[in-house]
Every structure is written in C-alpha cells, then in structure tokens.
C-alpha cells in the first residue's frame, strides 16, 4: 500500500519562495503517476501540477506554469514541488497525489492515494 507523506510546510512573505517534499513509502513512485492538488480557503480542490508514468509533465494554470517546478528523484522515492514568486493567491493546503493511471489529470477524483496535507501560508 502505497502511503504519501508531505513536508515543508511553512509562512511565506510574498515573492518568496518554498520546496515541498513528498516522500513515498510501501511501493516505488516511478511506477505512479504523480502530482500535486491544493486547497485554498473556501474553495474546492484544484490541480497543480503532474508528472506521468509516461515522464510528461503537466502544470494547470499559466501563472503556475510560470512559478512551480515539479521533479521527482527516484532514488530518494520522493516528489518535490518547488514554488517560486510566491502570492497570497498561493495559500493553501497542498497534497502530494499518486495513481496507476498512465497520464495526469486535474480531477482529483482521479487519484486513489493523498498524503495528509501541507500548509503553506503567504503573508506578510
């Protein structure tokens, strides 16, 4: 049984910038498709960005696009997520996804494992 477990938490002034950390354990993530999801404040969870069984990359929106880059060391079974040119708009609990499906998607519905959550908090 795959599990996720988030790091890197943390508070955040604006235009800075922040690595989340995901490490995996029970199964090897090179065998996942894997991504990110956040949850803003009121709002539903929505897609950040993924990294295929097949090695594409997908980012969700232009402005993330921009700022967040998505890795993976498969030796360290960890999935990173690094954000740069951080704004208040990015403050949000984010979750490290994983699923055997062979592309990304932005549903969350689509993906079976979640880690518990990381708060990142932009403020000054």
């Known amino acids: 049984q795959l599990q996720l477990v988030e790091s890197g938490r943390g508070l955040v002034q604006p235009g800075g910038s922040l690595r989340l950390s995901c490490v995996a354990s029970g199964s090897v993530l090179d065998d996942y498709t894997i991504g990110w999801f956040r949850q803003a404040p009121g709002k539903e969870r929505e897609g950040v960005s993924c990294?295929?069984?097949?090695?594409?990359?997908?980012y969700y929106t232009d402005s993330i696009k921009a700022r967040f880059t998505i890795s993976r060391d498969n030796a360290k079974n960890t999935l990173y997520l690094e954000i740069n040119s951080l704004e208040p708009e990015d403050t949000a609990v984010y979750f490290c996804v994983a699923d055997k499906r062979p592309w990304c998607s932005s549903s969350p519905g689509a993906f079976v494992y979640w880690g518990q959550g990381t708060q990142v908090t932009v403020s000054s």
């Open positions: 990294i295929s069984r097949r090695a594409v990359t997908e």
